[in-house]
């Protein structure tokens, strides 16, 4: 009966911090919107770089996969936030490709063809694997190695606000809604006694703190607010 509560009271713990997670991810979702108001008003990508959300993409499609009943086991929650998240990053890639010069349209058209090819035959060729172990074993480490390094990307935006004692380029929003979502994904993980989840949210709710922290230390030095998303790149 005791175990039989405690399962009750983990998998209600780990549905509760796996919906928090999807809230908390349409924050970074949105984020790049005003971007894009930007490109549409003036009708050009003018310095923006596409390969962020090209990225971004990528990793929404495999950890969109792992988290079918294909692979892993009673993740809907991740496959479902990655959805959403795989929509919002074709719609940026579609209005990116419409107002980008000719050049970086079709080097952006290119790449997203790639992406749908590298995903469909990681789909497949995971398929083709009769073993479950190996099959989860397999997409766990694309997913968590994807994961970590879309966390990693704020790194160079980190050293830059210590380099300029600034957090003109790191909007608060977007930290915390990056931390917010990490910590939800890696109770959820711990939760479900996944590795392949909470190592990499983990990972990302450490990167959260540090940003929040420096936005602490540096927000009365910054000049103005950040006006761009982290998501976005300068080419």
């Not at 909470?198 to 602490?216: A, E, F």
Request: positive net charge.
């Amino acid at each position: 009966m005791v175990s039989l509560g405690l399962f009750q009271t983990l998998t209600i713990c780990k549905d509760a911090a796996g919906i928090a997670g999807n809230v908390f991810a349409f924050g970074l979702f949105v984020s790049p919107i005003p971007t894009f108001r930007r490109i549409i008003r003036n009708h050009s990508t003018e310095q923006f770089s596409g390969l962020p959300y090209i990225y971004a993409l990528l990793n929404c499609l495999i950890c969109a996969w792992y988290g079918t009943p294909l692979i892993s086991i009673d993740n809907i929650l991740v496959t479902t936030v990655n959805s959403v998240g795989a929509v919002f990053q074709i719609i940026y890639i579609i209005l990116f490709i419409a107002y980008a010069e000719k050049a970086k349209k079709l080097r952006i058209l290119a790449l997203l063809l790639a992406v749908f090819g590298l995903f469909a035959a990681i789909a497949v060729g995971s398929l083709n694997l009769s073993d479950r172990d190996i099959r989860h074993m397999f997409i766990g480490f694309l997913s968590g190695a994807s994961l970590i390094s879309m966390f990693a990307s704020p790194l160079f935006i980190i050293n830059l606000v210590i380099r300029t004692r600034s957090v003109e380029f790191m909007p608060f929003c977007l930290s915390l809604s990056t931390f917010l979502m990490s910590t939800s994904f890696f109770l959820y993980g711990y939760f479900n006694l996944d590795p392949f989840v909470y190592v990499p949210n983990g990972i990302g709710t450490i990167l959260g703190i540090v940003q929040l922290v420096l936005y602490s230390h540096y927000k009365n030095t910054s000049r103005e607010d950040c006006r761009e998303p982290l998501i976005v790149s300068y080419a």
